[in-house]
């Protein structure tokens, strides 16, 4: 037997729920799976670093785009403009991803992967800032803040602690249909990354 028996549990372990781990890495993954901040998502990386989330909008019409978009879909226009935006958004659509992969998936339990649509009109994936082993409800308001993963900034959705100011919609009680289509061929699909870049919303 070790005789040094009252050893503590590595710090990373001891607490998941700590709300914020300063530098000791992100909750997550390694820093092994931290995104190339100089890629065509360098504004967005560029902007989370100095703390904005920076996103891109359609510099002819105005109307948001996706991450990857190239052409606007309602001018047709390519040309693209980013520009920091409010880091506020609701939880649009959520998943709770079953992973265990020891050395690159930090976190031993099931995680959170959430689809925001924020008040600039964009939808963005992410997970949350800080650990959690449930799935936030829908609707549920976010702010944006930033996991540090390998030394680049990722958006990540602060979930509200406090008391809920405003209840959900109480005329509809009834149970959120989250297998609205159990033969879908896309049923069994898992996440190959920790913050995958699709989600199936079909609304
Ligand atoms: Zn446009």
Redesign the pocket.
């Known amino acids: 037997m070790n005789p040094s028996t009252d050893a503590a549990l590595p710090a990373a372990l001891a607490a998941p729920d700590a709300p914020d781990a300063p530098d000791a890495g992100d909750w997550l993954v390694d820093a092994a799976l931290a995104p190339l901040a100089g890629g065509s998502l360098a504004p967005l990386y560029a902007g989370a670093a100095a703390g904005e989330l920076t996103l891109p909008f359609?510099?002819?019409?105005?109307?948001a785009l996706e991450l990857e978009q190239r052409a606007?879909?309602?001018?047709?226009?390519t040309d693209i403009r980013w520009r920091p935006v409010e880091r506020a958004g609701t939880v649009h659509a959520v998943t709770l991803v079953h992973r265990r992969e020891p050395g690159l998936v930090r976190v031993t339990e099931p995680y959170p992967v959430l689809d925001v649509e924020l008040t600039s009109g964009h939808r963005l994936i992410m997970t949350t800032l800080t650990a959690t082993g449930s799935a936030p409800a829908i609707g549920r308001p976010v702010t944006v803040g930033f996991r540090i993963v390998g030394g680049v900034a990722v958006p990540a959705a602060a979930l509200s602690t406090s008391e809920p100011s405003e209840l959900p919609d109480p005329s509809d009680p009834s149970e959120p249909s989250d297998a609205a289509t159990p033969d879908s061929p896309r049923a069994t699909g898992t996440a190959p990354a920790p913050v995958p870049s699709e989600t199936e919303v079909s609304q």
């Open positions: 359609c510099a002819a019409c105005g109307l606007c879909d309602g001018c047709g226009a």
